[in-house]
């Protein structure tokens, strides 16, 4: 098998565009690595320069701890499997699963055997004899996971293999990859934009954006204790809920967090307490997913959030109320649904808080309040009443609940479940991983 290691690698296109910026990663002998990130955010071209399709502007790329930079894609040991499957439309499934081997010079016997013994591990070993238009979207992609299989690589590279299929197929595609990849034991890259790939398929996640990585860690540890506030807003549904917070510190007692007109209390003896204390008469972001919301009655004691309903979605085996408590939310760009207002805000609010689009884009914000890129669909956490966006605070209830849009509704928060993150975007945490 193949490890692979990732230095300081950096990927400028000509004409300026840095793709990849200064990105360091390793990947584990027979570890499931998901790359995940949206559309443009360089995860594609780390693939193609550690397949050898693009060349690293600087950095080093290293395959089992030798230089790879030069090394020619043939001599890699690795296999593909692409977004639009990349079958030969004129050979049969069982002649395009062979194909590699063909052009190794294996012999024809053990060829139609190693073939007959992939295509039965997939479930294709029916379709043999079939052209690829005659099959389905599914039978297509294991015919192309089956021609990578087949070459017995040291390094898989995935693509976004599942995108082209429907959302039943995917689940079940993505189930039978990652069980056929960790029986195989072979090291696996593979290219998402779909969270639940990554989280339900990987071993380690890597979360980027602009070409910057924001995160690496298990699903477990960048869903529970993400690095970013970036990394904290792409991950999960509904995404969590980020609040302006200003802090206000009793000293000895707990630590006021000012949402708005109510407040949440962070004790003294929680742990967490001394890092948020530093923040005294600062504004933070407070983040607050769903599942650490528990509607109650108002006057049930403890750290309780009240406010009434905007609106609600059903979704069959649960509701979600997007509640409005007063106070002003926080919306990360390129995570789509941020308001239109949202480049409206004000040089003022830009300039305070043009820290958290810096750090989360590795790059220098623009000084220029008129320019809208600033603003990147981003609600910054800005002075002046017409800059502020309401927080519709997602909680989850039982399905068709006897609620409507106007409907009070208070909600216990878990105080042990919050994230903390300053104006750069970084997490407040003294237990960072």
Known sequence: MTTVALKDVTKIFQDGTVAVDNVSLDVADGEFMVLLGPSGCGKSTVLRMVAGLEDPTNGAIMLDGQLANQLAPRDRRIAMVFQDFALYPHMTVGDNIGFPLRLSGVEPQPRAERVADVASALGIGDVLARKPSQLSGG???RVAMGRAIVRRPGLFLMDEPLSNLDSGLRAELRAEISGLVH???VSTIYVTH???????MADRVAIMRKGVLQDVGTPTEVYGKPATLYVAAFLGSPRMNLLEASVYVHL???VQLNLGEQSLYLRWDDIRARAVSHYHGERIVVGVRAEALMPVSPDTPGDVLQGRIRYLE????ESLAFVDIGATAVIVDELGGAPSNAEENGQRGLR??????SRLSGRNAPRDAGMTQVAERTSVLSDGRHHRRPAE?????????????????AVQVRMEALHFFDERGDR???GRR
Request: hydrophobic share 35%; glycine share 8%.
């Open 139 to 141: 039978q297509r992609q």
């Open 183 to 185: 029986e195989l034991g």
């Open 194 to 200: 779909d969270q639940a790939e990554a989280l339900t």
């Open 252 to 254: 000895d007692r707990y």
């Open 314 to 317: 059903h979704h069959g085996h």
């Open 352 to 357: 305070r808080f043009g820290h958290v689009l």
């Open 393 to 409: 605070l997602a909680v989850r209830l039982a399905p068709y609940p006897q609620v409507s849009s106007g409907h009070p509704l």
């Open 428 to 430: 407040i945490d003294v």
